[in-house]
């Protein structure tokens, strides 16, 4: 069975194709269920250029009968209850307010770990997309349309990728709209239907949002003075490698003065939330990104059973190789430096491909990599390369130490405390992604500038 979703980001991507009516529009506002569907969400406001924010729900389960909802409360201090449940069960409004107040006490955590003190989302009068990763019963669905009328939503539009049809049929008498952009048969579980279907985490959750929030606003609506103006919209190519073509996302900012290609690995694709946000703080700082599968997805249908060709290295790094030349061959990126940024396995293929690419690759950045399978390739690399390692990663760290004593020209490694392997603690990201921008403004001059670096900028 073919999975036609990679992992949610792709999903929200194909869902936004069919929601291009309400892009741009002052009036639209996309909510997410979290956790799984804010990177779908996310996905779908990048797209339309809309405001993203979460919308959490509780259930009011039946005590001894959880599965069984006699109500929900919502985002916005709003309970609805279900009447035809609570009369046929008898439940004593006693029941009711003890429930709710347990649930109450959640539905605030979560309120705290996703938007610390920002109130929860004005709705009155909005087209609102609500957005999760799929629905099975819809469940928690209903509970979340039904808080959005009490509060005045002027439109609701339920939006998922994946959905049964059932469902969907039965939540259009509830909601003034429903998208799903794919209804299989037989339908099963939400997540046969991603590759990648893995937990999504509250870290992920706020650091979705936090990128949303520099999401530029439409026509007609403020925008915060913070927020990074006109970041350049990512184009899908196709780089000819090995006989076949990667898909790739392209972002070339005005006035950018150099580009970083992404090297992904152990089973990462172009849609790595990680890798995403490096290279918007690189387009923020004037970069363009390339963000390349360096698998085809029937590498990537192989590679998820066996787990073999994430440590083809030189495979990998061949494919690199082209989506350099390709790169360099480009107009609007022919005349900037190049550089790589390299995540697990993809760290080795960068040091590979930057040994052979010396007169085209400026600059080395590994998060989290293994350069030590690069091999003999590491006494070859000219280029200055930054090796960046979590201070949990204790494995890997004495990896990197091994690595950086067989490079030859400028080098640095750098250990950013209390992170594990994945830079999921607070801030390990945001420090990966700083310490990158600062590695990349240093080493890749903009066009026609002379590669001078003053000596006291050079790592010890």
Known sequence: MTMPYRDRFAGGEALAKQLSK???RPDVLVLALPRGGVP????????L???LDVYLVRKLGVPGHEELAMGAIASGGVQVLNPSVIEMLRVPRQVIDAVAAREAIALRQGERAYRDDRPPPDVAG?????VDDGLATGASMRAATAALRALGAGRTVVAVPVA??????ELRSEVDEVVCALTPEPFRAVGLWYQDFAPVSDDEVRDLLRRAAQIPAPAGQGVDSSTPAGRADPRLVHVPADGTELAGDLTVPVGACGVVLFAHGSGSSRHSPRNRAVAETLQDGGFATLLL?????EEEDLDIRTARLRFDIGLLARRLMSATDWLAAQPETAHLR???FGASTGAAAALVAAAERQELVGAVVSRGGRPDLAGEALDKVRA???LIVGGNDTVVIEMNRAALARLRGEKQLQIIPGASHLFEEPGALEAVARLALNWFQRYLPPPETPAHVPDELHPA
């Open 22 to 24: 309400y892009a741009n």
């Open 40 to 47: 779908v969400g996310y996905a779908v406001a990048r797209a």
């Open 49 to 51: 250029r809309v405001p």
């Open 126 to 130: 909005k087209t609102v997309l609500l």
């Open 164 to 169: 049964s049809r059932e469902t969907c049929d």
């Open 293 to 297: 599968d360096l698998l085809t997805p």
């Open 338 to 340: 190049i550089g790589y």
């Open 384 to 386: 200055p390369t930054l």
